[in-house]
């Protein structure tokens, strides 16, 4: 038996490549399909077992197809409109509405719109009827014993009336495969506000459910297990005996308390322990008592992805149907992507249609970075033997999204703003189909994208340290000649984010270097880092004089995130973020935030509805709500350069 206090760390067994990963799980994976008889009303979504065949034919009657009258169609032959022909009720027609049965004694129906009432119980016709005209003859739609879905058919809600109609009000489908999830760590805590310092709320559990229930399995959840091996060992035994297949997420890697892959070891067989992936490498494949149980990591990007790639495959298969296959798009590359050889890279993509061209950027790679997929509008997969992509190359990407929401979406780079966000939700409410993407890069960042075609909008807060003037100086030196508009938006207040109370006392640079206080900055090229250096260089403050400047944060929320955390003393950043965490916030200074975009989408109908969002009353009254920011001349033009 393996006690806690004998397990050691352990390197990666291999670099698998993932295909061969999975296809040795899938040849590993044996089971006994199990079967269901179901209410055909409850039968949405699930996969049939069996081939079905219709009880009834559809319709099971000679059916009218009209309102109108059943004849007998050699009773109108010789009618025409210069020689009508009369008929009498119940001797040479009948009375029908569409749906009714037909009479045995008649074979055609004529539309009541071509009849006319003559009193007596008799009407005229003009034109003769066709054998069989507007009858639905027995089973035109079903015709009793035919097949009507093969097995291994996913039943869709037409597929359900389809049943109905041939008799079948049961059906016989796969039984859903049980997947068991056993979230692990000393760490984790169930969802809930009231979390102290070093908890970590149990998310990973509620996304593993929801995609198992999507992909077509049942789950259930074990609870969570501390870190001990012989925790652990009991859930891995007690889950394998109730499910098909056993998740358990986090302890899959090399760390002190990662025991995952050594329970399976001493309960059963392990056949793969780390991928040729990034992120998802630390994970575990094995059985034990021939119920596959995997190890995922614990860092949700890579637990997500992993759970896609391996456990996705094992209920497609139980189920018998086809692993699906997301939509692809060929796309430019807006940045540079840099990847290693011997592993493949999976980076989450934000992607735009700006000027007739699909421009695609990468999100944050890191593996924890939950918010990556969340916005993620598709997926690229840099082969392992690849060293990656220079920017403008033309790729393939994934989609997570339909291609039509993409096109009508609003390309928003440059600089951070909540206003931003704030602008997306009231865009979305003027107009469902339009939404905004914000990619935060920084003002030079943001006009640099402007002048390369690859976003619609760019904010900028940019004070040159020679004239004192806004973002106007830059636009003439960068963007002279790219037809572009300069829009007035908001005024907003910059300053010194500090934790509740002020315990520092900081009211001015020269406090963060008198106390070497621990300073977190914006990154290179941001409006706020360019501000940060002006007030160094007009105070005579050298940069490595500041404990912290080479720390860098790509928004302002992260700022008041690192100082709300404790790892920072202060960060320069505006009074909406230090509100939103509820920081203390030291005035500075205030400064011109507005929005850069080519003359072309200025135009354009999107750019209409982002003008009249931003000047609207209740846009205005949102931003007054959260404070630190002025409203004058807002989405007037101020600039504007000809081509």
Same mark, same amino acid.
């Given at each position: 038996?393996?006690?806690?206090?004998?397990?050691?760390?352990?390197?990666?067994?291999?670099?698998?490549?993932?295909?061969?990963?999975?296809? +040795?799980?899938?040849?590993?994976?044996?089971?006994?399909?199990?079967?269901?008889?179901?209410?055909?009303?409850?039968?949405?979504?699930?996969?049939?077992?069996?081939?079905?065949?219709?009880?009834?034919?559809?319709?099971?009657?000679?059916?009218?197809?009209?309102?109108?009258?059943?004849?007998?169609?050699?009773?109108?032959?010789?009618?025409?409109?210069?020689?009508?022909?009369?008929?009498?009720?119940?001797?040479?027609?009948?009375?029908?509405?569409?749906?009714?049965?037909?009479?045995?004694?008649?074979?055609?129906?004529?539309?009541? &719109?071509?009849?006319?009432?003559?009193?007596?119980?008799?009407?005229?016709?003009?034109?003769?009827?066709?054998?069989?005209?507007?009858?639905?003859?027995? $089973?035109?739609?079903?015709?009793?014993?035919?097949?009507?879905?093969?097995?291994?058919?996913?039943?869709?809600?037409?597929?359900?009336?389809?049943?109905?109609?041939?008799?079948?009000?049961?059906?016989?489908?796969?039984?859903?495969?049980?997947?068991?999830?056993?979230?692990?760590?000393?760490?984790?805590?169930?969802?809930?506000?009231?979390?102290?310092?070093?908890?970590?709320?149990?998310?990973?559990?509620?996304?593993?459910?929801?995609?198992? &229930?999507?992909?077509?399995?049942?789950?259930?959840?074990?609870?969570?297990?501390?870190?001990?091996?012989?925790?652990?060992?009991?859930?891995?035994?007690?889950?394998?005996?109730?499910?098909?297949?056993?998740?358990?997420?986090?302890?899959?890697?090399?760390?002190?308390?990662?025991?995952?892959?050594?329970?399976?070891?001493?309960?059963?067989?392990?056949? #793969?322990?780390?991928?040729?992936?990034?992120?998802?490498?630390?994970?575990?494949?094995?059985?034990?008592?021939?119920?596959?149980?995997?190890?995922?990591?614990?860092?949700?990007?890579?637990?997500?992805?992993?759970?896609?790639?391996?456990?996705?495959?094992?209920?497609?298969?139980?189920?018998?149907?086809?692993?699906?296959? !997301? &939509?692809?798009?060929?796309?430019?590359?807006?940045?540079?992507?840099?990847?290693?050889?011997?592993? +493949?890279?999976?980076?989450?993509?934000?992607?735009?249609?700006?000027?007739? !061209?699909?421009?695609?950027?990468?999100?944050?790679?890191?593996?924890?970075?939950?918010?990556?997929?969340?916005?993620?509008?598709?997926?690229?997969?840099?082969?392992?033997?690849?060293?990656?992509?220079?920017?403008?190359?033309?790729?393939?990407?994934?989609?997570?999204?339909?291609?039509?929401?993409?096109?009508?979406?609003?390309?928003?780079?440059?600089?951070?703003?909540?206003?931003?966000?704030?602008?997306?939700?009231?865009?979305?409410?003027?107009?469902?189909?339009?939404?905004?993407?914000?990619?935060?890069?920084?003002?030079?960042?943001?006009?640099?994208?402007?002048?390369?075609?690859?976003?619609?909008?760019?904010?900028?807060?940019?004070?040159?340290?020679?004239?004192?003037?806004?973002?106007?100086?830059?636009?003439?030196?960068?963007?002279?000649?790219?037809?572009?508009?300069?829009?007035?938006?908001?005024?907003?207040?910059?300053?010194?984010?500090?934790?509740?109370?002020?315990?520092?006392?900081?009211?001015?640079?020269?406090?963060?270097?008198?106390?070497?206080?621990?300073?977190?900055?914006?990154? !290179?090229?941001?409006?706020? !880092?360019?501000?940060?250096?002006?007030?160094?260089?007009?105070?005579?403050?050298?940069?490595?004089?500041?404990?912290?400047?080479?720390?860098?944060?790509? #928004?302002?929320?992260?700022?008041?995130?690192?100082?709300?955390? $404790?790892?920072?003393?202060?960060?320069?950043?505006?009074?909406?973020?230090?509100?939103?965490?509820?920081?203390?916030?030291?005035?500075?200074?205030?400064?011109?935030?507005?929005?850069?975009?080519?003359?072309?989408?200025?135009?354009? +109908?999107?750019?209409?509805?982002?003008?009249?969002?931003?000047?609207?009353?209740?846009?205005?009254?949102?931003?007054?709500?959260?404070?630190?920011?002025?409203?004058?001349?807002?989405?007037?033009?101020?600039?504007? #350069?000809?081509?």
């Amino acid at each position: 038996m393996l006690l806690q206090e004998q397990i050691k760390r352990i390197i990666y067994l291999e670099d698998k490549p993932r295909e061969q990963a999975l296809v +040795e799980l899938l040849d590993k994976f044996q089971f006994n399909r199990a079967v269901e008889r179901i209410s055909t009303t409850e039968a949405r979504g699930r996969v049939t077992a069996v081939p079905i065949y219709a009880a009834l034919s559809m319709p099971h009657f000679h059916a009218s197809a009209m309102d109108g009258i059943a004849v007998h169609a050699e009773t109108t032959y010789g009618a025409h409109e210069k020689n009508p022909k009369q008929l009498i009720e119940a001797i040479d027609f009948h009375y029908v509405d569409t749906g009714d049965p037909i009479p045995d004694e008649y074979n055609a129906v004529i539309m009541i &719109e071509h009849v006319q009432e003559r009193g007596n119980k008799t009407i005229e016709i003009i034109e003769p009827a066709a054998p069989w005209q507007h009858i639905r003859p027995v $089973g035109e739609d079903v015709v009793s014993g035919e097949m009507l879905f093969s097995q291994g058919h996913t039943l869709r809600a037409v597929d359900l009336g389809a049943l109905l109609a041939g008799g079948m009000t049961t059906v016989t489908v796969v039984k859903k495969p049980v997947v068991a999830i056993i979230p692990t760590g000393n760490e984790l805590v169930e969802p809930t506000l009231h979390v102290k310092k070093g908890d970590i709320i149990d998310f990973n559990s509620t996304v593993f459910y929801s995609y198992i &229930e999507q992909w077509g399995g049942t789950a259930f959840h074990k609870g969570i297990i501390k870190d001990n091996p012989e925790l652990l060992k009991k859930a891995i035994l007690e889950a394998v005996d109730m499910a098909d297949i056993v998740i358990v997420n986090a302890g899959s890697s090399a760390g002190s308390e990662d025991y995952t892959v050594h329970m399976i070891a001493e309960l059963g067989e392990v056949f #793969t322990h780390g991928v040729a992936t990034r992120p998802g490498k630390p994970v575990v494949l094995g059985k034990v008592k021939d119920t596959i149980v995997i190890g995922l990591p614990g860092y949700p990007v890579s637990a997500y992805l992993t759970l896609e790639w391996f456990v996705q495959p094992l209920i497609c298969k139980y189920l018998g149907v086809q692993v699906p296959k !997301r &939509e692809t798009l060929s796309v430019q590359l807006g940045r540079r992507i840099v990847s290693t050889m011997g592993s +493949e890279d999976f980076i989450r993509m934000n992607i735009g249609y700006v000027n007739g !061209r699909f421009i695609a950027n990468p999100l944050n790679r890191g593996a924890g970075v939950t918010m990556s997929l969340v916005r993620a509008d598709g997926l690229l997969v840099i082969p392992s033997q690849s060293l990656g992509f220079e920017q403008g190359t033309e790729v393939e990407v994934e989609l997570y999204k339909p291609v039509e929401e993409i096109k009508k979406a609003i390309l928003f780079s440059g600089s951070h703003d909540l206003s931003i966000d704030v602008l997306a939700s009231f865009i979305k409410e003027d107009d469902i189909q339009n939404d905004v993407i914000s990619s935060h890069t920084g003002s030079m960042s943001g006009i640099m994208a402007i002048k390369k075609g690859e976003t619609h909008v760019a904010g900028v807060h940019l004070l040159d340290s020679e004239t004192g003037e806004y973002n106007i100086p830059f636009i003439k030196k960068y963007l002279n000649q790219d037809n572009v508009v300069v829009v007035k938006f908001l005024q907003r207040e910059q300053g010194w984010i500090v934790p509740k109370g002020n315990p520092k006392h900081i009211q001015s640079i020269e406090d963060i270097v008198r106390h070497n206080l621990l300073y977190v900055n914006r990154q !290179r090229g941001a409006g706020t !880092r360019l501000l940060f250096d002006f007030f160094l260089q007009t105070m005579n403050i050298q940069p490595d004089s500041i404990h912290g400047y080479n720390r860098e944060m790509y #928004t302002h929320l992260s700022i008041a995130a690192a100082v709300k955390g $404790g790892s920072a003393d202060t960060g320069l950043g505006v009074y909406s973020a230090a509100k939103a965490l509820q920081l203390d916030f030291i005035p500075v200074a205030y400064e011109s935030y507005d929005l850069i975009m080519k003359q072309a989408f200025y135009e354009s +109908e999107q750019g209409q509805i982002l003008l009249r969002v931003m000047k609207s009353d209740s846009f205005r009254q949102k931003l007054e709500s959260l404070g630190g920011y002025r409203f004058e001349n807002i989405g007037e033009v101020i600039y504007e #350069t000809s081509g």
